[in-house]
């Protein structure tokens, strides 16, 4: 690493990490080294001890703890503009931070929707503003998401919308999504659709089968899933749209898009952490906060979907981070409303895939860092010479529960309340600055790393 006396006209000396776990996938890069960082971006990055550093530069010595990019979450909901009640973006923002999340696309399930240019530049400014780790607006792929006109697909990317969605929805009419499809593929723009027939979910709140019937309770077939995944599949293949699956949770999903990904490249898919490490029996004495949709499936499907995405047939993980109010989960389970926040608990329980050796620790990062990045065609999810210094530490060793209390979201509807993790994000830096220090990181890191 060269010596630099370069004047910092932000104020910011330049920041050296050392003695560092250094995984990068999107490189390859698993090495104990050091990462410079100089204005905002990785100025450089060697295995080893670093050979020099700039006279004024602020050190950091990492004691082994892992140095990854930062996550890239694709499946956020928050309360602004609307709802800010529930969640604003300042405070996901905060709660992204505190689980190693630098960078999250936020729904376009807002009041008023997000489905004009004025609105997606709202976002924009917004978390320029308010947030501490970096914001990106979808936009609806209909307008109001009604599912009866589709929006002006090159007006919102123009504004900076970095792909199309319905949200909690799913588009019913097959001829409204072929001309969607065919438009976004004509702007570039990536669709990420979530696989729902509204008729064959029915009233259904949990997952159809022995335990949901044992509760009293009506199931959601997984051919509520798997007939529209089959017809998303089709109509991507045809328009030749980037398309990504935006929520599996069946086992024969699985089967259906590695036989779609081998004849369209453009396809992908993504699961959430839910889906991944719980299972229908989750749902115990008709506890709300695993009221989710897609809903928690059988443990058959669990193992499948983790498979999936061992084997590279699922591309991404996210945390779905969905807030709720007391009111709306305070209710008979039926009647409760569906979702979980997921945002600070995303990184530690997908490391239970991990401790389980169900994955590798690189090709897990990969599925929350390059894939999505790739996916969006944004420059974050990496670790090079000139990328934005977006990154954090983690004790993976560290043993910690999920407590109610300690919670920084605005709601409090998790499903791992109490749940027992090891590994925890210690800090976390966007652009260059801190935004996240844990209070037990080591006292060096707090000192070193303090805003």
């Given at each position: 690493?060269?010596?630099?006396?370069?004047?910092?006209?932000?104020?910011?000396?330049?920041?050296?990490?050392?003695?560092?776990?250094?995984?990068?996938?999107?490189?390859?890069?698993?090495?104990?080294?050091?990462?410079?960082?100089?204005?905002?971006?990785?100025?450089?990055?060697?295995?080893?001890?670093?050979?020099?550093?700039?006279?004024?530069?602020?050190?950091?010595?990492?004691?082994?703890?892992?140095?990854?990019?930062?996550?890239?979450?694709?499946?956020?909901?928050?309360?602004?503009?609307?709802?800010?009640?529930?969640?604003?973006?300042?405070?996901?923002?905060?709660?992204?931070?505190?689980?190693?999340?630098?960078?999250?696309?936020?729904?376009?399930?807002?009041?008023?929707?997000?489905?004009?240019?004025?609105?997606?530049?709202?976002?924009?400014?917004?978390?320029?503003?308010?947030?501490?780790?970096?914001?990106?607006?979808?936009?609806?792929?209909?307008?109001?998401?009604?599912?009866?006109?589709?929006?002006?697909?090159?007006?919102?990317?123009?504004?900076?919308?970095?792909?199309?969605?319905?949200?909690?929805?799913?588009?019913?009419?097959?001829?409204?999504?072929?001309?969607?499809?065919?438009?976004?593929?004509?702007?570039?723009?990536?669709?990420?659709?979530?696989?729902?027939?509204?008729?064959?979910?029915?009233?259904?709140?949990?997952?159809?089968?022995?335990?949901?019937?044992?509760?009293?309770?009506?199931?959601?077939?997984?051919?509520?899933?798997?007939?529209?995944?089959?017809?998303?599949?089709?109509?991507?293949?045809?328009?030749?749209?980037?398309?990504?699956?935006?929520?599996?949770?069946?086992?024969?999903?699985?089967?259906?898009?590695?036989?779609?990904?081998?004849?369209?490249?453009?396809?992908?898919?993504?699961?959430?952490?839910?889906?991944?490490?719980?299972?229908?029996?989750?749902?115990?004495?008709?506890?709300?906060?695993?009221?989710?949709?897609?809903?928690?499936?059988?443990?058959?499907?669990?193992?499948?979907?983790?498979?999936?995405?061992?084997?590279?047939?699922?591309?991404?993980?996210?945390?779905?981070?969905?807030?709720?109010?007391?009111?709306?989960?305070?209710?008979?389970?039926?009647?409760?409303?569906?979702?979980?926040?997921?945002?600070?608990?995303?990184?530690?329980?997908?490391?239970?895939?991990?401790?389980?050796?169900?994955?590798?620790?690189?090709?897990?990062?990969?599925?929350m860092t390059a894939n999505p990045a790739r996916i969006l065609d944004i420059q974050a999810g990496r670790l090079a010479r000139g990328?934005?210094?977006?990154?954090?530490?983690?004790?993976?060793?560290?043993?910690?529960?999920?407590?109610?209390?300690?919670?920084?979201?605005?709601?409090?509807?998790?499903?791992?309340?109490?749940?027992?993790?090891?590994?925890?994000?210690?800090?976390?830096?966007?652009?260059?600055?801190?935004?996240?220090?844990?209070?037990?990181?080591?006292?060096?890191?707090?000192?070193?790393?303090?805003?």
């Amino acid at each position: 690493m060269k010596k630099s006396a370069a004047p910092h006209p932000h104020g910011a000396p330049p920041l050296l990490i050392t003695n560092a776990r250094i995984l990068d996938p999107a490189s390859g890069t698993d090495m104990t080294g050091s990462l410079l960082i100089e204005e905002g971006t990785i100025a450089d990055l060697a295995e080893g001890a670093a050979p020099g550093m700039p006279a004024d530069a602020l050190c950091i010595d990492a004691a082994g703890m892992l140095l990854s990019p930062g996550l890239v979450d694709t499946r956020v909901f928050t309360g602004e503009p609307g709802h800010e009640y529930r969640e604003t973006l300042a405070s996901a923002a905060r709660a992204a931070a505190s689980g190693g999340i630098t960078t999250f696309v936020v729904m376009p399930d807002t009041s008023p929707v997000i489905d004009d240019a004025a609105l997606v530049n709202f976002i924009v400014q917004r978390a320029a503003t308010d947030a501490c780790v970096n914001i990106l607006p979808s936009a609806a792929i209909s307008r109001a998401l009604r599912a009866e006109q589709i929006s002006e697909f090159g007006l919102l990317k123009e504004a900076g919308a970095v792909c199309l969605s319905e949200g909690r929805r799913a588009i019913q009419s097959s001829a409204l999504l072929k001309q969607a499809f065919t438009y976004a593929a004509s702007f570039s723009m990536p669709v990420f659709h979530t696989p729902d027939d509204e008729g064959l979910r029915g009233s259904g709140v949990m997952h159809a089968a022995l335990f949901a019937t044992t509760l009293g309770l009506k199931g959601i077939p997984a051919v509520a899933e798997t007939i529209p995944l089959a017809r998303d599949l089709q109509l991507a293949e045809l328009t030749g749209v980037t398309y990504h699956a935006a929520q599996l949770s069946c086992a024969r999903s699985v089967d259906m898009l590695a036989q779609a990904k081998s004849e369209a490249p453009a396809i992908s898919a993504g699961v959430s952490i839910n889906n991944l490490t719980l299972n229908e029996l989750d749902v115990g004495q008709y506890r709300t906060f695993f009221k989710l949709s897609p809903p928690l499936r059988a443990e058959a499907d669990r193992l499948a979907l983790i498979e999936g995405l061992a084997s590279g047939i699922i591309d991404t993980i996210h945390s779905d981070h969905d807030p709720q109010d007391a009111e709306g989960k305070r209710r008979p389970f039926a009647e409760a409303a569906s979702g979980a926040i997921g945002l600070e608990t995303l990184f530690a329980a997908a490391l239970r895939l991990v401790h389980a050796g169900q994955i590798g620790l690189s090709d897990l990062l990969a599925k929350m860092t390059a894939n999505p990045a790739r996916i969006l065609d944004i420059q974050a999810g990496r670790l090079a010479r000139g990328a934005p210094a977006d990154f954090f530490l983690a004790d993976l060793d560290y043993p910690w529960v999920a407590l109610e209390r300690d919670i920084l979201s605005r709601s409090r509807n998790t499903t791992f309340e109490g749940a027992r993790f090891t590994g925890k994000v210690m800090a976390t830096w966007v652009g260059g600055k801190p935004v996240f220090i844990h209070a037990d990181a080591p006292a060096p890191l707090q000192e070193a790393a303090r805003p």
